[in-house]
């Protein structure tokens, strides 16, 4: 089943339609917050049908709880930066303030010089997790989702500090759509691909990750209980702006493919006037 949420609703995917439910679940993230699985949709009665180019989508969770993410999780990734491959996950947690509604446009702030994509596959929680073994993952996943998860890497350089250069607002798309696991053809290869104006850009899948989706859920759950509606992103592969060396400037669309949901768009708006210097970057605080 794959699952959005509109601005007149909740619906699901049919047909290359839309089929809006008679729910009064405002978004898929309060379904899991009161029901832990995206389940009772699919009995849902149907209110109307609408084509999906005439759909207003937003943000398919509305504002997560928590939204955990990693660094360097492909081999891929690893490769091209020169690295070697870490032994335990590099986690961070980045406001859910950031999150935004595919097709929207972000506002690249001032202060953020080099920003960059990363496209990923993003893990929306079930059923709580906590302390839990690698076989209660999956068992425990709600659904997938595409996620942008846009990263100032001046901005990483200046405070070393992930969940800063990942907050600002808008910076973490997620969408369009959410794909429940039984409707992933390989939920072990999931297929991750980003465009930029058009450019294939990133292309692997989670086969090529360091720590696999069941491994990363279930190191990070020992340390945390994972809440439904809880969203993990998985990583990035090889083929952001900062191995290219090109960071994203005004007019640009990114465009991020997982298998199985609606392509993640999103649009770059960098005002002319802005100031690329702030001084809280490079004065210490006293």
Partial sequence: MRVVTTDAGLGRIEDGAIALLDTAFPHAGAVLEQQGS??????????????????????????PRGVWGIGLNYVSKAARAGRGLPEQPILYLAASSGVLAPGAQVVIPPAATEPDYEGEIAIVVGRPLYQASESQIWPAIAGITAANDMTARDVMRATATPALAKSYPGFTPLGASVCTPDDLADRDAIRVRSWVNGELMQDDTSAGMIFAVTDLLSRLSWFTALEPGDVVLTGTPAGTGQDRGC????????????????????????????????????????
């Fill in 38 to 63: 995206l389940r009772c949709l699919e009995s849902s009665a149907v209110r109307r049908r609408i084509p999906l180019d005439e759909a207003t989508l937003v943000a398919p969770l509305g504002r």
């Fill in 247 to 286: 960071f994203l400037a005004d007019g640009d669309e990114i465009r991020v493919e997982v298998d199985g949901v609606l392509p993640l768009v999103t649009h770059v708006v960098r005002p002319a006037d802005a100031s690329p210097h702030d001084h809280r970057l490079t004065e210490p605080v006293s």
